[in-house]
């Protein structure tokens, strides 16, 4: 079974920089795609972007410009760099491989005002 393990969080102001990171117990280098998705406190699961194995990225509009995602084949990890964070990008943060309905545990993103 796939286990995906989400780091990186925490407490950052309004403005503030984080680095996401989902390391896989798998192989990454020929998975279609990998995911970023948020759950802010009582509202639903949302998708934020997606990396495809060519590098080819998609971000949700609110975040496009902001976050950048990204992967490391040799170290079967995705990264999600979070800039200009907002109090509205408070959230539990998921990493995702669809196709193998694998979800991480989810990492907290507190910003500030």
């Known amino acids: 079974q796939v286990q995906l393990v989400e780091s990186g969080g925490g407490l950052v102001q309004a403005g503030g920089s984080l680095r996401l990171s989902c390391a896989a117990s798998?192989?990454?280098?020929?998975?279609?795609?990998i995911g970023w998705y948020r759950q802010a406190p009582g509202k639903q699961r949302d998708w934020v972007a997606t990396i495809r194995s060519g590098g080819s990225t998609n971000y949700a509009d609110s975040v496009k410009g902001r976050f950048t995602i990204s992967k490391d084949n040799a170290k079967n990890t995705v990264y999600l760099q979070m800039n200009g964070l907002k109090p509205e990008d408070t959230a539990v943060y998921y990493c995702?491989?669809?196709?193998?309905?694998?979800w991480g545990k989810g990492i907290l993103v507190t910003v500030s005002s």
């Open positions: 798998v192989s990454i280098f020929s998975i279609n795609a």
């Open positions: 995702r491989i669809p196709a193998m309905d694998a």
